[in-house]
C-alpha cells in the first residue's frame, strides 16, 4: 500500500529532550516537507526537500532540523524542543515539487512540557 | 509574499444544502491551486485541484473554477452529506527558480459541519 508513515503518533516531551519524529513514504517521491497546524492558524510549512541534495527551509524553520540522507526517509529534528513548539505535525510527500499531489502522513501530536 | 484567504468557519450546513467556501490568492505568475480535505483524525488529502486559468477542478461533487481575473478558486457543492464533515484547506504551488520558493502555502482551513 502506498502511504508516508510517521512515527511516533503521539509524544509527550519536556524542554530541552531532543526528539526525532521519522517520516517515511514507499512511493519513490522526490519532495517531501514538513507542516505544523495549529488552531487558527493552519498549515504552515516548516522544511522541504527536493531531493536527496536539496533542503530548504519553508515558512517557519525555527528550532527545526531536517535530514534527507535517502529518498524515503525525511525525519524532523528538534534539538532542544521548546512549549511553543506543541502543535500537530504531518510529513508529506509528492513525485516531484510543483501541482503534484501531495499525500500526508496520518499526523504526530508533539506536546512539549 | 504568496498568500491564501479562505473564508472563516465553521460553516454549519444541513445536509442537501448547497455549499460555497470562498478563496482567493495573491501570487504573481500563474501558481498551481487546490483543495485539501482533512477528516476528524486523519491527514490531509487532495480533494482536486487546477493548473492554469479557467480550468475546473472536480472530484466527489465538488468543483472549483481558477478564476484569474479575481485572483480566486471557490469550492462548491450542490448538495452536502454528513460525511462532508471535514475541515477544507485552500492552497497554492508557486514554484519559482532561487531559494524558498518551491513552496506550498495553505489556507487557514474551514471547518464544515453537516448536520442531518
Known amino acids: 500500500e502506498a502511504q508516508v508513515t510517521q512515527n511516533p503518533r503521539y509524544l509527550i516531551t519536556v524542554t530541552g529532550k531532543k526528539l526525532t519524529v521519522t517520516c517515511s513514504q514507499n512511493m519513490n517521491h522526490e519532495y517531501m516537507s514538513w507542516y505544523r497546524q495549529d488552531p487558527g492558524l493552519g498549515l504552515r510549512q516548516i522544511y522541504y526537500s527536493m531531493n536527496v541534495e536539496v533542503t530548504d527551509k519553508g515558512d517557519v524553520p525555527e528550532g527545526y532540523k531536517v535530514s534527507r540522507k535517502e529518498k524515503r526517509n525525511f525525519p524532523l529534528i528538534l534539538e532542544s524542543p521548546s512549549p511553543n513548539q506543541t502543535s500537530l505535525y504531518f510529513c508529506?510527500?509528492?513525485?516531484?515539487?510543483?501541482?503534484?499531489?501531495?499525500?500526508f502522513g496520518p499526523g504526530t501530536r508533539l506536546t512539549v512540557l | 509574499g504568496d498568500s491564501v484567504t479562505q473564508m472563516e468557519g465553521p460553516v454549519t450546513l444541513s445536509e442537501e444544502a448547497f455549499l460555497t467556501i470562498n478563496c482567493t490568492y495573491t501570487a504573481t505568475g500563474y501558481p498551481s491551486l487546490f483543495w485539501y480535505v482533512q477528516y476528524p483524525g486523519e491527514g490531509l488529502q487532495l480533494l482536486l485541484k487546477a493548473t492554469k486559468a479557467d480550468d475546473k477542478g472536480s472530484n466527489k461533487g465538488f468543483e472549483a473554477t481558477y478564476r484569474k481575473e479575481t485572483t480566486s478558486f471557490h469550492l462548491e457543492k450542490g448538495s452536502v452529506q454528513v460525511s462532508d464533515s471535514a475541515v477544507y484547506f485552500c492552497a497554492l504551488f508557486h514554484g519559482e527558480s532561487g531559494a524558498g520558493s518551491y513552496q506550498l502555502t495553505f489556507g487557514k482551513g474551514t471547518k464544515l459541519s453537516v448536520i442531518p
Open positions: 508529506a510527500s509528492s513525485l516531484l515539487a510543483g501541482a503534484d499531489t501531495q499525500y
